[in-house]
């Protein structure tokens, strides 16, 4: 579907600037509401997802592809940091046209939300939403 992460940053930019919104290009958001909902584990995930998802609806770029690190000497380039107003959390956008980053990515995004926290240390863990987009 796309040639590079680039095609996919662009695509992304103009789904969040025409509506603001990314949630109606999630595919099968319906698995989440299968399962046990008695296991602790279980409703502890099924929770988390739903504040994931209901912070992306109302989106606002604030940085895209730029530098975030407060050192000189290093490079953390997130695609997206974006706001949500209505649920007032960050979410950290990193795309991947492969399977094959999937672990570097996670690793990267965890190294992405400590350094946004660093910009606002009373932020809680919990005020920014992950988010690891493929186009596989």
Not at 23 to 38: A, E
Not at 70 to 99: G, M, Q
Not at 102 to 129: F, H, K, N, T
Request: aromatic share 8%; net charge negative; charged share 25%.
């Amino acid at each position: 579907m796309f040639n590079s992460e680039a095609d996919i940053q662009e695509w992304m930019r103009a789904v969040i600037q025409s509506d603001g919104s990314i949630k109606s290009n999630l595919h099968r958001t319906d698995l989440i509401n299968r399962g046990r909902d008695s296991y602790f584990a279980y409703r502890a995930i099924h929770d988390s997802y739903k504040c994931a998802i209901k912070s992306l609806g109302d989106l606002k770029i604030v940085a895209e592809d730029i530098n975030i690190s407060r050192a000189a000497d290093e490079s953390l380039r997130p695609d997206f940091v974006l706001y949500s107003p209505s649920t007032e959390r960050i979410v950290i956008v990193e795309l991947k046209n492969s399977k094959a980053s999937s672990r570097q990515a996670g690793a990267e995004i965890g190294a992405y939300a400590a350094e946004v926290r660093s910009y606002a240390p009373l932020m809680s863990e919990g005020d920014i939403i992950s988010v690891i987009v493929s186009s596989e």
